[in-house]
């Protein structure tokens, strides 16, 4: 019966990171939908939505914090405890990034976006946002190499990161007076480049869980981070 209960406990912790996890995937989109359009009330939206996500994860945490405490975990359950508090973790650092990306469609205010961003960064959302999704799935089903699987496409996201990031350096050789301009569209790209390596992260928290295992995963090659970015 007490293994029963706990069992229960730790379906319900999953069902939470499934939850908040599929908000933060709906959310990437989103984001990079109200950028393009110009749509600033929802990019106000999702900056304010950011507090609830944090207090999600926080909760996560804390449910997860009571059944080490309350209970007796397995090895195996401690792995699975292990991974919530990791992947939850990475699911608000993920929503930050989307925060960003909110407040630079603010920041821009009515300037037009420039058009290849148009043209390709809804493509590098729904590449991230997939990858998200795989993510997830791979920890609701213990599915290791599925989760070894996903960080190749993150190739795809620095792919276009690279070009976009290229198209910024142009814009600014062409139009000087528009560096502000082209510095919060390098942040926007930065933001869900970032978002991709993270979901990375996760999958390294799913392979752990399964097979108590952990082990770094690298997609064919790294973006090499911005100065003053984490």
């Known amino acids: 019966m007490l293994r029963a209960s706990f069992d229960n406990e730790l379906h319900q912790l999953q069902t939470q990171v499934l939850s908040l996890g599929s908000e933060v995937e709906e959310n990437l989109v989103k984001v990079v939908d109200a950028l393009i359009e110009r749509d600033f009330v929802v990019s106000r939206r999702l900056i304010e939505a950011d507090k609830r996500i944090n207090a999600r994860r926080i909760q996560i945490g804390l449910d997860s914090l009571k059944l080490i405490a309350t209970q ?3 090895a195996r359950d401690m792995r699975l405890i292990a ?12 929503h930050d990034y989307v925060k960003g990306i909110a407040k ?3 920041v821009l205010g009515h ?34 190499e599925l ?12 792919n276009i990161f690279n070009q976009l990031y290229q198209e910024t350096i142009n814009y ?10 082209a510095n919060q569209l390098e942040w926007a790209i930065h933001n869900l ?14 392979v ?3 097979t108590g295992e952990y082990a770094e995963m690298d997609s064919e090659f790294e973006t090499p981070p911005m100065p003053g970015s984490d």
């Not at 990791?86 to 650092?93: A, F, K, S």
């Not at 600014?172 to 301009?181: A, F, K, Q």
């Open 147 to 158: 989760a070894r699987q996903i960080p190749e496409q993150d190739d795809l996201v620095d």
């Open 111 to 144: 300037a037009p976006i420039l058009p290849a961003f148009v043209e390709q960064l809804p493509e590098m959302a729904r590449v991230t946002r997939d990858m998200l999704h795989l993510a997830l799935e791979a920890f609701a089903k213990r599915d290791a």
């Open 193 to 206: 480049e970032r978002s991709a390596d993270r979901v990375t992260n996760i999958c390294e928290w799913v």
């Open 208 to 210: 752990y869980m399964v």
């Open 172 to 181: 600014v050789l062409e139009s000087p007076t528009e560096v502000m301009r």
């Open 72 to 74: 007796q975990p397995m």
């Open 83 to 94: 991974a919530v508090l990791e992947i939850v973790g990475e699911l608000e650092r993920i």
């Open 104 to 106: 630079t469609s603010i």
